[in-house]
């Protein structure tokens, strides 16, 4: 089914613009259920964290707080970005991205089925190490950047 839909796809677009698309489209269809399924269980580790002190926890937003993620993303997108004075710019705003980047790169190896996988790479458990180790580099680089 999925050969018949890039092969339609590949008819109607052509042979150099329809491959992006193609990968655009098959990273979305990973990514969003991957970030929905992080902002859940974000809100049931809040929940249980909740319970545990004795205090209601995040309840306010939607029925039993069922909409806070979707708040919290929100918030974050119209969020003030203050840079300390004493920070590299540069090294300040590439921290996170070099921190955030490779965790979302790692699932381009991770089968979802057959012969289904974001990208065929033969040395995929490799490239998974390899990918995977580069988050440090933006720890250490996000606590460099602060300047502290």
């Not at 991957?34 to 205090?55: D, N």
């Not at 540069?90 to 381009?108: D, H, N, Q, S, Y």
Request: glycine share 10%.
């Amino acid at each position: 089914m999925i050969d018949n839909i890039y092969q339609a796809g590949l008819a109607l677009m052509g042979g150099l613009l329809w491959p992006v698309v193609w990968s655009l489209i098959k990273i979305v269809v990973v990514l969003l259920p991957l970030l929905g399924c992080v902002a859940y269980l974000t809100l049931w580790e809040r929940k249980a964290i909740g319970w545990s002190q004795i205090r209601p926890g995040p309840n306010r937003v939607g029925p039993f707080g069922l909409l806070t993620p979707i708040a919290d993303a929100v918030k974050l997108i119209f969020k003030e970005i203050i840079r300390p004075t004493a920070a590299s710019k540069g090294l300040f705003f590439l921290g996170p991205i070099m921190t955030i980047m490779p965790a979302l790169a790692a699932w381009v190896v991770i089968p979802f089925g057959p012969d289904v996988a974001l990208a065929n790479i033969n040395a995929g458990l490799l490239f998974l190490m390899a990918i995977t180790s580069l988050e440090v580099y933006g720890v250490i680089i996000a606590g460099w950047a602060s300047n502290s």
